[in-house]
């Protein structure tokens, strides 16, 4: 797939970010979220994620069991960094900085964060800041 030139809707670029996350978490996991949210501003790209979990690890936060679900979606989160960072500068024409991940158990809720460019992209909202 081509880079995305910016002429391009935003929109399209959204949609097609949500579903690359989502088709890299089923390839690595069996299955993907049911719902995908991409958002861009001021150099950050959003993937919030929903009902990411198997039914495996449903059923291990069902016991108690949060921390190795927490631990195994950290370990399986580096395998697919390369992957994910890969296919967003072939989406978006840009460099991923930084990659941030999270997985909240309940609500089943994940987010992809991905930092682009370089730092001077990114405006410190400090009230000190010029």
């Known amino acids: 797939m081509a880079a995305k030139t910016g002429t391009e809707p ?8 949500s579903n690359m996350v989502v088709s890299v ?15 861009i501003s001021e150099g950050v790209i959003t993937c919030v994620l929903e009902d990411t979990l198997t039914r495996a690890e449903r059923k291990l936060v069902e016991s108690g069991r949060q921390t190795p679900v927490l631990e195994i979606r950290s370990t399986l989160q580096e395998t697919m960094r390369t ?10 024409g840009k460099h991923v900085r930084a990659i941030i991940a999270g997985t909240e158990l309940e609500p089943d809720i994940s987010t992809q964060i991905f930092v682009l460019g370089g730092a ?3 405006r410190d909202r400090t009230p000190d800041s010029n």
């Open 25 to 39: 978490y089923a390839d690595h996991l069996g299955r993907g979220p049911t719902k995908a949210r991409t958002f």
């Open 10 to 17: 935003q929109g399209e670029l959204l949609a097609s970010i």
């Open 83 to 92: 992957e994910l960072a890969g296919k967003v500068e072939e989406l978006s």
């Open 120 to 122: 001077s992209q990114i």
